[in-house]
């Protein structure tokens, strides 16, 4: 490392959704500036074996010379003992706080060759290696993976006054948080704040960090979220900067282990008409039931659009992820497959946004998780909502009510919800395809925005270039080659 060279580094959630957008920013970072260099300390989970293959796939890349990012793997905490979690939330955060020491330790042989760190980056759920930078006396900022407005929830919901409304029986409660322009009705609220007390706790320790850090990055750009980012930064919050959208643009096409399947699936969409498919996909962690399967199937088959249906059969167990059925046909009505044989695809895994960027698709039923909102507004594709988990009822909420981005399925659906009837689902397509005409304009106009907010003159861009200068605040970078002014 030269001397007028500077570490940066990263510690996420060992989770795709989380992991993913967490190494996109870190590799923008270094992409930004040539003095920074980049480095995430991987937190491994045995649970998520999908986590190696997407690592290994990125140190491999990095290796190979493409830019100043690299990893390093941490050794393995012992897990969480089932006693201590109800939740598979508090079983992540519990399982990420273990690995404290071993973050401490990863940091301290980084010193000891001489690197200087600049900065370190936790994530809304790695908070506790905060405590570890202080005693290292490392600056850290959060990266707020989810959009500014649920972070706008998260401060929110430290208020004693708030959480007395959020924790009564009362679910027709309409709550005035700050970050959105309407008030929210209770009954979009998270599972993790309304069912799981243990994961209700953390949440809340998680949170009230925030604001001792010197610095948030959120993964939105002004454009998107400018009302719920006008009142963060109004409040007590360290800097905002507003750096998305970040987005894997290649996707796991070049790293996921069921890659070789997917020509099929685009050499199938390469035969269909521009903006004629409706693709169904809900993410790397969604899945339904067999009765909601069923009802999917039949208002799918009522509907006539052409499809492209990513079912995924549900976990086994707490911790495990869905995964793919050995049979299609066990979890379909009978005879479905045959009967939309010329008008849909039924498949397991795909790669989400190599998919929403193909011009057969015409419109998303989504999950709501943010990654696949920004792919969905950056790819110009209209969405209808339908959240499982997380905050994705809230996010549906956001694009529907104060956004008006998608139409609605549903803005409530998680586990243990009534069925979404096909007539529901039927409804919701023709509106997206056939209807949406209002929010298909809006969501082109907004992937126009999305694109710029990157570029050199746009406002991510802007804020990506605020936050590099104060990284540099207060080092020692003396020598002739960090005279050099920043790169903008």
Not at 56 to 79: E, I, K, M, Y
Not at 171 to 185: G, Q
Not at 444 to 455: D, F, G, I, L, P
Request: aromatic share 8%; with cysteine; charged share 20%.
């Amino acid at each position: 490392m030269g001397r007028g060279e500077v570490e940066v580094l990263f510690v996420a959630t060992p989770a795709i959704g989380n992991l993913v957008p967490a190494v996109e920013f870190a590799r923008r970072l270094a992409d930004h500036d040539p003095r920074f260099h980049s480095t995430v300390l991987i937190v491994t989970d045995p649970h998520r074996p999908l986590i190696s293959s997407y690592v290994c796939s990125q140190t491999a890349a990095s290796s190979s010379g493409a830019g100043n990012l690299r990893f390093v793997h941490l050794p393995q905490a012992d897990p969480p003992h089932p006693s201590e979690y109800q939740s598979a939330f508090a079983y992540v955060s519990l399982h990420i706080a273990n690995h404290a020491p071993l973050v401490k330790q990863a940091i301290v042989n980084l010193r000891a060759t001489g690197t200087r760190v600049a900065a370190l980056f936790l994530d809304m759920f790695t908070t506790p290696m905060a405590d570890v930078a202080r005693e290292l006396g490392i600056p850290h900022y959060l990266f707020f993976a989810s959009p500014a407005s649920f972070l706008g929830f998260t401060l929110y919901l430290l208020d004693p006054e708030a959480r007395k409304a959020i924790e009564s029986e009362d679910m027709s409660t309409e709550l005035p948080i700050p970050s959105f322009v309407n008030t929210v009705p209770k009954r979009v609220l998270p599972s993790l704040v309304l069912k799981w007390k243990d994961a209700l706790s953390l949440f809340l320790a998680h949170a009230g960090r925030y604001c001792g850090f010197k610095g948030i990055a959120i993964n939105t750009f002004d454009e998107l979220e400018g009302h719920a980012l006008q009142s963060l930064r109004a409040s007590a919050l360290p800097p905002v900067y507003s750096v998305g959208p970040v987005i894997d643009l290649d996707g796991p096409v070049k790293w996921h282990p069921q890659r070789a399947e997917q020509e099929a699936i685009l050499q199938w969409l390469d035969k269909q008409p521009p903006s004629s498919v409706v693709f169904l996909c809900f993410g790397s962690v969604g899945s339904l039931g067999a009765p909601q399967v069923r009802e999917m199937a039949t208002g799918l088959e009522r509907s006539g659009f052409q499809f492209l249906w990513s079912l995924r059969e549900p976990p086994r167990g707490k911790l495990d992820l869905p995964g793919d059925y050995e049979s299609m046909d066990q979890a379909l009505p009978e005879g479905f497959l045959d009967r939309t044989a010329e008008i849909g695809l039924v498949c397991g895994w795909v790669p989400q946004v190599t998919i929403l960027a193909h011009m057969a698709i015409g419109g998303f039923v989504s999950h709501c998780g943010w990654n696949s909102i920004l792919e969905s507004l950056w790819c110009g594709v209209p969405m209808a909502t339908w959240p499982i988990y997380a905050e994705q009822q809230m996010n549906a909420f956001q694009m529907v009510v104060e956004l008006g981005l998608a139409v609605e399925i549903r803005l409530d659906y998680r586990e243990g919800s009534t069925l979404v009837s096909a007539k529901e689902l039927e409804r919701g397509l023709r509106c997206l395809m056939e209807g949406g005409g209002e929010v298909r304009s809006k969501v082109k106009e907004m992937r126009e925005k999305s694109r710029m907010a990157v570029t050199e003159r746009g406002s991510s861009h802007a804020s990506m270039r605020r936050l590099a200068q104060q990284l540099l605040v207060g080092l020692d970078l003396d020598d002739q080659e960090t005279k050099l002014p920043l790169i903008i």
